[in-house]
């Protein structure tokens, strides 16, 4: 057999196949949701994945205010921050952060699922989360994919 045939081939930012995707979150578990949006964003569903490259796919997510979480989340599960200050720590739960606004509930959980350093900032940049059943890339043409 040809021993060229065994060569890894590794994507890069010129060869890499990047396409657009709509995520319905009706009635979806946060958190089973999420990790499946974080997979496609990295780019871990594609034959041609490499660690260090964003070749994951650009992801729109409708539907985040029907978003669903198991068991008693709603009140006990707890978001904490720090705004810098002595005494600053703050304490939201995903009830009050849905009054504010849906998407904010999806968007914290897939940037967690997302890594923590240059690559995973720009691939958070790739996630595009609306409430209702409109988005405006239809000129992209975005394929739907059901988890």
Same mark, same amino acid.
Not at 4 to 26: E, F
Not at 33 to 59: F, M, Q, W
């Given at each position: 057999?040809?021993?060229?045939? =065994?060569? %890894?081939?590794? /994507?890069? /930012? /010129?060869?890499?196949?990047?396409?657009?995707?709509? &995520?319905?979150?009706?009635?979806?578990? *946060?958190?089973?949701?999420?990790? #499946? &949006?974080?997979?496609?964003?990295?780019?871990?569903?594609?034959?041609? =994945? %490499?660690?260090?490259?964003?070749?994951?796919?650009?992801? !729109?997510?409708?539907?985040?205010?029907?978003?669903?979480?198991?068991?008693?989340?709603?009140?006990?599960?707890?978001? &904490?921050?720090? %705004?810098?200050?002595?005494?600053?720590? @703050?304490?939201?739960?995903?009830?009050?952060?849905? #009054?504010?606004?849906? %998407? !904010? *509930?999806?968007?914290?959980?897939?940037?967690?699922?997302?890594?923590?350093?240059?690559?995973? @900032?720009?691939? $958070?940049?790739?996630? =595009? &989360? $609306?409430?209702?059943? #409109?988005?405006?890339?239809?000129?992209?043409?975005?394929?739907?994919?059901?988890?």
């Amino acid at each position: 057999m040809d021993t060229l045939s =065994y060569k %890894t081939i590794s /994507a890069n /930012a /010129a060869t890499v196949d990047k396409q657009w995707v709509v &995520v319905d979150a009706q009635s979806a578990v *946060l958190g089973r949701l999420a990790s #499946e &949006v974080a997979k496609i964003l990295r780019g871990k569903v594609k034959p041609s =994945y %490499t660690p260090h490259v964003d070749c994951g796919d650009n992801v !729109i997510v409708i539907n985040a205010d029907k978003i669903r979480l198991t068991g008693d989340k709603w009140d006990s599960k707890v978001y &904490v921050r720090h %705004t810098g200050y002595p005494g600053g720590q @703050r304490i939201s739960t995903p009830k009050l952060l849905k #009054e504010k606004s849906s %998407t !904010i *509930l999806i968007e914290k959980a897939v940037r967690g699922m997302l890594p923590k350093n240059r690559l995973g @900032r720009k691939l $958070y940049g790739n996630l =595009y &989360v $609306y409430e209702g059943a #409109e988005h405006p890339h239809e000129a992209q043409q975005p394929k739907s994919v059901t988890l």
